[in-house]
């Protein structure tokens, strides 16, 4: 089976966990501005500012994967991309499983009490570890030894390159129209007009950063069908690589601030929401263009 068959397939498959992801991304940011929140109780809010942090490790780890390819392969499909691409979808589930079973604790405890909330969200956890780590491993254990081998030639089709380019903005767009969704809904609630005037143009400038991102994300397609009449050529790779690439920056940038809003009327302190954001800025730029960059220049050098 041909490489970048495999790399394609495997960054669909990311692309299916990124949907999954964008229900509780886009939740997680709703949940503050309902009415009422600042009433629950500590532990409850704990709850939320930690599904929000997990979800959003989740969503950098899904990330992480389109960002090497682009920056460090340049677009080609190698082994090391298809192992990336795997590691990286392992790792996401971990804190995506995490996030529900908070979220679960979150919605349940208001209903039926704080011991069967923590039951329910353990409940959900355990849940997605048996079917999403369990039943991996007793397949694995189950399966013969794969005869497959796969075509590795050095070489990546242009056609490839660009349906993977493609994909890889498919990816990350759902959560980023996730985000979008929640800016403007939440500026029509109450409790966002009683926010301090900083915060409120914080989320404001954060909105500008996510629908630009949202804009280069589309761009690709929209330049391949009317200026490319949908032909695969070199020239458009390079043109759709770069703008992927640099639409990461806006989204880090309009995540880490509505993170920070978030996480300060969750705990109701400003300066453990600084920190954390700041925490996000760190992570992401570090998955998405630190680490990409660096690797980039290793293999350079060797």
Known sequence: MKLEKLLKTALDELRMQMLGAQVLFGFQFHTCFQEGFK????????????ALGLITITLGFL??????????????????TLAVTTLFAEL???????????DFFVVLSRYFGTQTALIGGI????????VWYGLCVILSMQRKEN?????MDGTTSLHGKIDEMLTEARVILPGAQALLGFQFIVTLTKPFTELPRTMQLIHFGALA????????????????????????VERFHTIGSTIVTLALVPLVIGLTGDFYIATAIMLKNEAIA???????LLL??????????????KYRAE
């Not at 009433?39 to 930690?50: E, G, H, I, K, N």
């Not at 992401?284 to 220049?297: D, H, K, T």
């Open 39 to 50: 009433d629950f109780p500590l532990v409850t809010r704990a709850a939320d500012a930690a």
């Open 63 to 80: 990330v992480a994967a389109p960002a090497q390819h682009r920056l460090t392969e340049r677009g080609r499909a190698t082994p090391r």
């Open 92 to 102: 996401a589930l971990f804190p995506f499983s995490l996030a529900m079973g908070c």
């Open 123 to 130: 409940g959900a956890t355990v849940m997605a570890w048996s």
């Open 147 to 151: 005869t497959m081998k796969m075509q």
């Open 209 to 232: 950063a996510i629908a630009l991102s949202i804009v280069l994300l589309i761009a690709p397609a929209a330049i391949h069908r009317m200026t490319f009449k949908g032909e695969d």
């Open 274 to 280: 600084l920190a954390g954001a700041a925490t996000v």
């Open 284 to 297: 992401l730029i570090s998955l998405w263009y630190v680490l990409p960059l660096f690797l980039r220049a």
